[in-house]
Nanobody
């Protein structure tokens, strides 16, 4: 039973920084990649960043490129999202997810999800 637990959400002012963490446990199969997603009020969930746990390659949504950085610890079971230069439009619930079924790591491949952590950015 895979569990993902996010932490680090908070309220900050625009221009500030936060680091989110996601601790994963209970894997039966290896994780191909881990990702961060977010959902703002009234909007659909959107992909933010992902990291391929084997090679460490990363990819970002255009809206956060250059401001956010995803990383993992040596075990690959904890993933971080460093968020800098935060904007009010970054306000959302941030979710961590892992893909264990496919190396494609498309959004549909993420099959385990955390409960989310709230990030609020005020202007």
């Amino acid at each position: 039973h895979v569990q993902l637990v996010e932490s680090g959400g908070d309220s900050v002012q625009a221009g500030g920084s936060l680091r989110l963490s996601c601790a994963a446990s209970g894997y039966t199969y290896s994780s191909y990649c881990m990702g961060w997603f977010r959902r703002s009020p009234g909007k659909e969930r959107e992909w933010v960043a992902k990291i391929y746990t084997g090679a460490g390659n990363t990819d970002y949504a255009d809206s956060v490129k250059g401001r956010f950085a995803i990383s993992q610890d040596n075990t690959g079971n904890t993933v971080y999202l460093q968020m800098n230069s935060l904007k009010p439009e970054d306000t959302a619930v941030y979710y961590c997810a892992t893909a264990t079924r496919s190396l494609r790591c498309m959004m549909v491949d993420f099959n385990y999800w955390g409960q989310g952590t709230q990030v609020t950015v005020s202007s």
